[in-house]
Every structure is written in C-alpha cells, then in structure tokens.
C-alpha cells in the first residue's frame, strides 16, 4: 500500500466545551496518512491519476476553518469522512494535535484510522 501524506496543516477555528473557547479561534495541526496506489500515476505523470493533496488541503482548511466543534473527537470524524467519501480514499490516520490546550503539555489531541489498507490488487 502506497501513502500519501499531508503533515502540519495550521487552522484556526472555534473549538472546545468552555464558554471562553467559543468566543476566540484556536489553532488546530492535521496530519493525514491517506492510502493511494500511485503506480498508474507514477506512469502517467499526470495529476488525474492520483489523489491531489492540494485539493485536499483547500477542502480540509474550508470545512475546519467554517466549523464550530465542541469535541476534538467529532471533528476528526468528520474530517476522515470527508477524505474517504469526497477523495475516494479507502484508508486515512488522521492526527488532530490540539496544541497549547492543556497547561503543561506540549501536545493533545486525537489519532484516529478508519477504513481498510489491506490491498487486494
Ligand atoms: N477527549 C476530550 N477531552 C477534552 C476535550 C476534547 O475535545 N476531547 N476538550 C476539552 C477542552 O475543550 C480543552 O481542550 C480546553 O482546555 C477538555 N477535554
């Protein structure tokens, strides 16, 4: 299986349980682990034959930057919904890095991974 990665996507929006955090933007850092068989476009050289991770950024900072999330969870579950239904992408690990969240900590957040990798080609 082939990966498509896209790491350290910066966005700012409005998300956590406290009523001080619905009232500031806070920055959230994405990584993505995206499953894609790049042979045919390793052959073609041509961006149709692959999954674009430009076109996936510009979704991924569109749907984060206009959402307004209570839960780290919710977000990355929607966010991996995204990647696999829109993009075709049959297996993703999503890290939501929270950074700065909690006093003491460098990081918190979430990892998820949904879909299948194994590849039957
Ligand atoms: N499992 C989670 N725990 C917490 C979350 C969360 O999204 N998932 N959020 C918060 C607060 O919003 C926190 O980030 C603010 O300091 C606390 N726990």
Redesign the pocket.
């Given at each position: 299986m082939d990966i498509i990665f896209l790491r350290g996507l910066q966005i700012e929006t409005i998300?956590?349980?406290?009523d001080w955090?619905r009232e500031i933007r806070q920055t959230v850092i994405l990584d993505f682990e995206m499953a894609c068989d790049i042979r045919k476009a390793a052959q073609s050289d041509a961006i149709e034959d692959t999954l674009d991770y430009k076109a996936v950024s510009k979704r991924v900072i569109d749907f984060v930057e206009n959402s307004q999330f209570?839960?780290?969870?919710t977000m990355a579950e929607q966010l991996a919904q995204i990647i696999r239904n829109e993009f075709g992408v049959p297996w993703v690990r999503l890290t939501l890095n929270?950074k700065g969240?909690?006093r003491g900590a460098s990081d918190?957040g979430?990892i998820i991974e949904r879909g299948d990798k194994s590849c039957h080609a």
């Open positions: 998300i956590g349980i406290y955090e209570f839960l780290v969870e929270k969240a909690i918190v979430v």
